[in-house]
Nanobody, 130 residues
C-alpha cells in the first residue's frame, strides 16, 4: 500500500501565504496537487507535464492559481511542495497529493486530470478567510 502524506495546511487571511508538502514512500515519476472544495468536484491545481523525469518535465498550473502558486520537488523525488501566495477565499479546500509511475509523455491536460493518478493522500485543509 502506497501512502502519501500531506502536511502544512492551515488557516490564513486573504493575501497570506502557505506552503504545503507531500511525502511519498518512494520516488514517483509523476506527482501533482489537487483540491476539493465542499460541494465541488476535485480539480487539478498544479502538476508536471512532459516525460517522467525531473529534468524533462515542466510545471503546469490551473488558470485560477497561475502566478500565485509554485510547485516543486526535491532531488530525491519523494517530497513535493506547493507554495501558495496571495491566497483568496476561493482557494479554501482540502488539498490532495497524487502520484503515479508513468514514464511516457504526459500532456498538460493529463497532468491535471484526476483519472491519470493512481495513488492519493488523505488531504490537508487550507482555509482562507476574507
Amino acid at each position: 500500500q502506497v501512502e502519501l502524506v500531506e502536511s502544512g495546511g492551515g488557516s490564513v487571511t486573504a493575501g497570506g501565504s502557505l506552503k504545503i508538502a507531500c511525502k511519498a514512500p518512494g520516488d514517483f515519476y509523476r506527482m501533482a496537487w489537487f483540491r476539493q472544495a465542499p460541494g465541488k468536484e476535485r480539480e487539478g491545481v498544479a502538476g508536471f507535464y512532459g516525460y517522467g523525469s525531473v529534468e524533462a518535465s515542466y510545471a503546469v498550473y490551473a488558470g485560477a492559481v497561475k502566478g500565485r502558486f509554485t510547485i516543486s520537488r526535491d532531488n530525491t523525488k519523494t517530497i513535493m511542495y506547493l507554495e501558495m501566495s496571495d491566497l483568496k477565499p476561493e482557494d479554501t479546500a482540502l488539498y490532495y497529493c497524487a502520484a503515479v509511475n508513468r514514464v511516457a509523455w504526459m500532456t498538460t491536460i493529463e497532468a491535471l486530470s484526476v483519472a491519470e493518478y493512481k495513488y492519493w493522500g488523505q488531504g490537508t485543509q487550507v482555509t482562507v478567510s476574507s
